[in-house]
């Protein structure tokens, strides 16, 4: 993050706040291979995708990713959008606009096809692969036992698959050569995502890495923080409260600070956190800021404080909090997310 926190207040709106460091994450870009798929569903990258994409056009990227299909239409076409498998039925509607989705099972491939062949164009999609276990098809487009009935449908074109699944090389290769066979492109695309061992060479989805949480080490685009609201106090002992808690995804302990000095986590209900600092603040003085993680404090608090896989989620949910983008030590985009 930069040296220095912008000379701003956040917004008392919001519970909390995320500070994007647009200078850190084109430097964190760097280190990410040209070939991979970026996923830019996570609430800090896709809100600062306008002034990232065309730094990321000129560095050779070509794939991005994202669950939310809203994400991929504000992407420049220059680039295959990908639209990852989620929770909204009418996703695949979004097809007509460009996008490329990924497909879990027979009956969406059904409806990619209805939806070509009503607006007469063709579309593009991705196989979803769980498995390449023959064993296991039923319901599932998993292996090749039911790609003869996908390709009888008629206005879709295979693209390539998303496989979630570990594979030795060998075996990959037979897969590659088998879809090529399935697959109207000369090279379909095929990248890795969910996977504890990958394949050198094979594109992969990332999504972290941009934010600085990876297993390389690399420098953390953002900082966290929220507004602490002190409920009660004595001499010895001031408790707070924070509107943060489970459903903005923190944990049941973690790393915190309230007006620079640490705090110890009383107990992080699902709407809200309690927190103890042994000191007496006046109860007229409210709120104050509180923070979750930034390095340029005086207390500083490291992403190395948390358990990664709590971090990770945090920021997976911080698309209730207000999230500003900061280049050098200043804000250039005060929107809320």
Not at 30 to 39: F, H, W, Y
Not at 70 to 78: A, G, K, N, W
Not at 102 to 124: F, G, I, P
Request: aromatic letters at 10%.
């Amino acid at each position: 993050m930069p040296e220095k926190l912008p000379e701003f207040s956040p917004s008392k709106n919001y519970p909390g706040w995320v500070y994007v460091s647009l200078d850190v994450m084109r430097k964190n870009l760097l280190s990410i291979a040209k070939d991979s798929v970026l996923d830019i569903s996570l609430p800090p990258i896709s809100k600062s995708w306008p002034y990232l994409e065309d730094d990321i056009l000129r560095s050779g990227f070509s794939m991005v990713a994202s669950a939310k299909p809203e994400d991929l239409t504000r992407v420049s076409s220059q680039f295959e959008r990908i639209l990852l498998p989620g929770l909204n039925p009418s996703r695949l509607g979004y097809a007509i606009e460009g996008l490329i989705p990924v497909l879990s099972n027979h009956s969406e491939a059904l409806a990619l096809s209805n939806l070509a062949q009503t607006n007469d164009c063709r579309l593009k999609y991705l196989l979803r692969v769980r498995t390449l276990e023959n064993s296991f098809v039923t319901g599932d487009l998993s292996a090749f036992a039911d790609l003869d009935r996908l390709s009888s449908l008629p206005m879709i074109d295979l693209a390539g698959a998303l496989l979630e699944t570990s594979v030795d090389e060998n075996r990959l290769k037979a897969f590659a050569r088998d879809l090529r066979g399935l697959s109207p492109l000369s090279e379909p695309i095929i990248f890795q995502a969910n996977v504890e061992t990958t394949i050198t060479g094979l594109p992969r989805l990332v999504d972290f890495e941009m934010a600085g949480l990876s297993e390389k080490v690399a420098p953390l685009a953002f900082s966290a923080g929220f507004w602490a609201f002190p409920v009660s106090t004595d001499r010895n002992e001031t408790i707070f409260r924070s509107d943060l808690g489970k459903a903005n995804g923190l944990p049941d302990n973690f790393p915190v600070t309230i007006d620079n000095k640490e705090a110890r986590v009383l107990k992080v209900d699902l709407n809200y956190s309690l927190f103890a600092i042994k000191d007496f603040f006046s109860k007229a003085s409210f709120p104050y800021q509180g923070r979750l993680l930034g390095s340029n404090l005086i207390n500083p608090i490291s992403q190395h404080s948390w358990q990664g896989l709590e971090l990770k989620n945090f920021l997976m949910h911080s698309q209730n909090l207000a999230i500003y983008l900061q280049e050098g030590d200043k804000v250039i985009d005060q929107g809320l997310f």
